[in-house]
């Protein structure tokens, strides 16, 4: 089983936000903590436990150059990774 890394899309599978994706922030053993840009800001991270969510092993290509470069992550970013992220979705 692969790790959880931070930058990787993941999609909520219990609660009231089913079915909604995140990008993680952070990662200890029993709990992921997940952000939206929006709602879910990087001052209010949303925290799951590992198994409520179903990781997408994909960094989108905004976020990688970011964390690549050590720049520190904003919400904007975030924002703009989840819009590409369902765009390309939609488009498939």
């Not at 198994?51 to 904003?74: A, F, N």
């Amino acid at each position: 089983m692969r790790d959880f890394t931070k930058g990787m899309l993941a999609r909520s599978k219990a609660g009231h936000d089913t079915g909604k994706w995140y990008v993680v922030m952070d990662v200890d053993q029993e709990y992921v903590y997940l952000a939206d840009g929006e709602v879910r800001t990087l001052d209010r991270l949303k925290k799951k436990k590992r198994k409520h969510v179903q990781i997408c092993y994909k960094i989108p290509e905004s976020l990688d150059k970011i964390l690549k470069d050590g720049t520190q992550i904003r919400d904007e970013h975030i924002k703009r990774a989840m819009k590409e992220f369902k765009n390309n979705q939609q488009e498939d």
